[in-house]
T-cell receptor, first 115, second 110 residues
Framework: GAGVSQSPRYKVAKRGQDVALRCDPI?????LFWYQQALGQGPEFLTY????????KSGLPSDRFFAERPEGSVSTLKIQRTQQEDSAVYLC?????????????FGEGSRLTVL | GQNIDQPTEMTATEGAIVQINCTYQ??????LFWYQQHAGEAPTFLSY????GLEEKGRFSSFLSRSKGYSYLLLKELQMKDSASYLC???????????FGIGTKLQVIP
């Protein structure tokens, strides 16, 4: 596709369940970012990939959060044993350049609601 | 670390001009971005400033003063569709991430 694609768009999970969120970046984009956006807040950085290498995971809130990009393209964000505070929109963004000097192209996001 | 401040809400009239300010504190500044985000949608890129001065792009302009840690986004000839959140974001040398502010929710009224 032409843009960044995320799935599912909406996910409702019971507390304690595991969830997996998928991001399909723009073809050829080197950089891939995951952000978490709570209602009324700006996006909060979670993790960064340059190709398949996870170069920064300093924003992951706990060891329940795990992200991978094994072939340098599609990425998956996994949240284990979900908690209510995990409820948020999870945004994926990709960029043609490395690091933080280029335009970020965002997907529509995956809205996670934990009951 | 980084600290980014911008007003949480603003209201302006259709056809008018509005200026949204952003101040930041960071070590190793590596550029400032503005993004627009309509409710329930993804942020979209508006501008990127790495040098001091004003960059104009149609109805939107962005200004940067690195010595003051200050930027503003200027929107001219406001239209109803400009009602959205405007996110100020900063890049930091030595890190790959872009850090976002809380966003300024702009409401354009007739």
């Amino acid at each position: 596709g032409a843009g960044v694609s995320q799935s599912p768009r909406y996910k409702v999970a019971k507390r304690g369940q595991d969830v997996a969120l998928r991001c399909d970046p723009i073809s050829g984009h080197v950089s891939l970012f995951w952000y978490q956006q709570a209602l009324g807040q700006g996006p909060e950085f979670l993790t960064y990939f340059q190709n398949e290498a996870q170069l920064d995971k300093s924003g992951l809130p706990s060891d329940r959060f795990f992200a991978e990009r094994p072939e340098g393209s599609v990425s998956t964000l996994k949240i284990q044993r979900t908690q209510q505070e995990d409820s948020a929109v999870y945004l994926c963004a990709s960029s043609l350049t490395t690091g933080n000097t280029g335009e970020l192209f965002f997907g529509e996001g995956s809205r996670l609601t934990v009951l | 670390g980084q600290n980014i401040d911008q007003p949480t809400e603003m209201t302006a009239t259709e056809g008018a001009i509005v200026q949204i300010n952003c101040t930041y504190q960071t070590s190793g500044f590596n550029g400032l971005f503005w993004y627009q985000q309509h409710a329930g949608e993804a942020p979209t890129f508006l501008s990127y400033n790495v040098l001091d001065g004003l960059e104009e792009k149609g109805r939107f302009s962005s200004f940067l003063s690195r010595s003051k840690g200050y930027s503003y986004l200027l929107l001219k000839e406001l239209q109803m569709k400009d009602s959205a959140s405007y996110l100020c974001a900063v890049g930091n040398r030595g890190y790959q991430k872009v850090t976002f502010g809380i966003g300024t929710k702009l409401q354009v009224i007739p």
